[in-house]
């Protein structure tokens, strides 16, 4: 495929066809990670885990003296099985 870069307000930018933006599994809104590559510029999809949290910085945001425990959510209300 074949654009042109353009000229937005301020910024610059590309268009991207619907059939490109398919086929590397991107949609709108979604974030995209831009490297550049040998004078080359690769855009990919980021990897998310439920939206827009990637699972390995959620991982890296626990401190390493965290220690799991049980939480007690109190008594059952409702129609709930324990």
């Given at each position: 495929?074949?654009?042109?870069?353009?000229?937005?307000?301020?910024?610059?930018?590309?268009?991207?066809?619907?059939?490109?933006?398919?086929?590397?599994?991107?949609?709108?809104?979604?974030?995209?990670?831009?490297?550049?590559?040998?004078?080359?510029?690769?855009?990919?999809?980021?990897?998310?885990?439920?939206?827009?949290?990637?699972?390995?910085?959620?991982?890296?945001?626990i401190p390493r003296n965290y220690k799991q425990q049980e939480?007690?959510?109190?008594?059952?209300?409702?129609?709930?099985?324990?």
């Amino acid at each position: 495929m074949v654009t042109k870069v353009q000229s937005w307000g301020n910024s610059q930018g590309l268009r991207l066809n619907r059939q490109v933006l398919q086929e590397a599994h991107i949609s709108v809104g979604d974030e995209v990670d831009l490297v550049v590559q040998d004078g080359l510029i690769v855009i990919s999809p980021t990897r998310r885990v439920r939206g827009r949290c990637n699972l390995r910085d959620l991982i890296a945001r626990i401190p390493r003296n965290y220690k799991q425990q049980e939480v007690d959510w109190g008594k059952p209300v409702g129609k709930e099985t324990w």
